[in-house]
Structures are given as structure tokens and as C-alpha cells.
């Protein structure tokens, strides 16, 4: 069962990927939708791995809905660029603007992931 959800992640990090690579080859890309910024989805996949590799099914599911909400963002973003999640939007309108230290941490991890 842990490897059926983790191959489920992997899929759905694989449809993530092809939209970032689909939105690099448009003429006017989306900003947000590029592999080298943090995004909540990578959290969820490391969820995912580290409840795999420990057989720890209550971080494996936390991790596919955080997976499957910022692939439904970015892949519903090549239509309409301005749909926010329901994850990604609690998380800006209630944690990023009230709490500098959120955005630190933020622009660390962009800047670790690539983003320039």
C-alpha cells in the first residue's frame, strides 16, 4: 500500500513537471510555474518519502494532498494564470504577509531551489 501512494506521488509530481516544462516553452510564461522555486508540493514529497521509507501512513497522506494541491495550481494555471489552490491561497492570505520570518524563510528555500 506505501509504495502504491508513493508511486501516486511520483505521477502526480511528474504531471507537476511536464507543466513547468510545457509553461518554459510558452511565448509569455506563467512566473510562478517553474521547478527551480520552492513550492509547497516539494514539502509534500518529502512527506511522502520520509513516511514511505518509515511506513508512516499519517505523513505519506498529509504529503499527497499537499503534492496534489500545487499540481492542480500550476497545471490549471497554463489556462487561467491567476487560480490560486485552496492551500496555496490559505498559506498567502493567513501565514505569508503576517509573518516576516515566513518570508525569509521562503525566499531561502527559492534561493536554495534556484530561483533567481
Request: hydrophobic letters at 50%; proline letters at 5%.
Given at each position: 500500500?506505501?509504495?502504491?501512494?508513493?508511486?501516486?506521488d511520483?505521477?502526480?509530481f511528474a504531471f507537476f513537471?511536464m507543466?513547468?516544462?510545457?509553461?518554459?516553452?510558452?511565448?509569455k510564461?506563467?512566473p510562478d510555474?517553474?521547478?527551480d522555486?520552492?513550492?509547497?508540493g516539494?514539502l509534500?514529497?518529502a512527506?511522502?518519502?520520509?513516511?514511505?521509507?518509515?511506513?508512516?501512513?499519517?505523513?505519506?497522506l498529509?504529503?499527497i494532498l499537499?503534492?496534489?494541491?500545487?499540481?492542480?495550481?500550476?497545471v490549471?494555471q497554463?489556462?487561467?494564470?491567476?487560480?490560486?489552490?485552496?492551500?496555496?491561497?490559505?498559506?498567502?492570505?493567513?501565514i505569508?504577509w503576517?509573518?516576516?520570518?515566513?518570508r525569509?524563510?521562503?525566499?531561502w528555500l527559492d534561493?536554495?531551489?534556484?530561483a533567481?
Open positions: 500500500m506505501y509504495l502504491i501512494l508513493l508511486l501516486f511520483v505521477l502526480l513537471a507543466a513547468c516544462v510545457f509553461n518554459a516553452g510558452r511565448p510564461p506563467h510555474i517553474y521547478l522555486e520552492f513550492h509547497h516539494y509534500g514529497d512527506l511522502v518519502i520520509l513516511g514511505w521509507a518509515t511506513s508512516t501512513w499519517w505523513l505519506i498529509p504529503g499537499l503534492r496534489l494541491d500545487d499540481t492542480v495550481q500550476h490549471a497554463l489556462d487561467n494564470p491567476r487560480f490560486d489552490s485552496p492551500i496555496h491561497a490559505l498559506y498567502v492570505d493567513e505569508y503576517r509573518y516576516a520570518w515566513v525569509k524563510l521562503n525566499a534561493r536554495l531551489f534556484g533567481k
